[in-house]
Nanobody
């Protein structure tokens, strides 16, 4: 069983930055695609960014140029660097691990609030 634990959320002013981390247990991390999703109050969960096991990345249009996803396979950790934050980025952020051999796992989420 894989467990994912997010951290790094909090309250930040518009224009500020935060870095989210998601640490995974187990031995499948390096063979998995990692993604970040978010869910704002009253809205459906939406995909934000992903990074493949080969290191390729892709982003939702709403965060492109502001957010950067990265991974450290030695630490079993995926990161989301968020810059130029906007109030509309306020949401609970979730990481997801998709094992190439089958299986999908979610973290418990971390709250990000962008407000002055």
């Amino acid at each position: 069983q894989v467990q994912l634990v997010e951290s790094g959320g909090g309250l930040v002013q518009p224009g500020g930055s935060l870095r989210l981390s998601c640490a995974a247990s187990g031995s499948i991390f390096s063979h998995s695609v990692l993604a970040w999703h978010r869910q704002a109050p009253g809205k459906q969960r939406e995909w934000v960014a992903l990074i493949t096991n080969g290191g390729s990345t892709s982003y939702a249009d709403s965060v492109k140029g502001r957010f950067t996803i990265s991974r450290d396979n030695a630490k079993n950790t995926v990161y989301l660097q968020m810059n130029s934050l906007k109030p509309e980025d306020t949401a609970v952020y979730y990481c997801k691990l998709v094992y190439v051999g089958g299986g999908e796992y979610w973290g418990q989420g971390t709250q990000v609030t962008v407000s002055s």
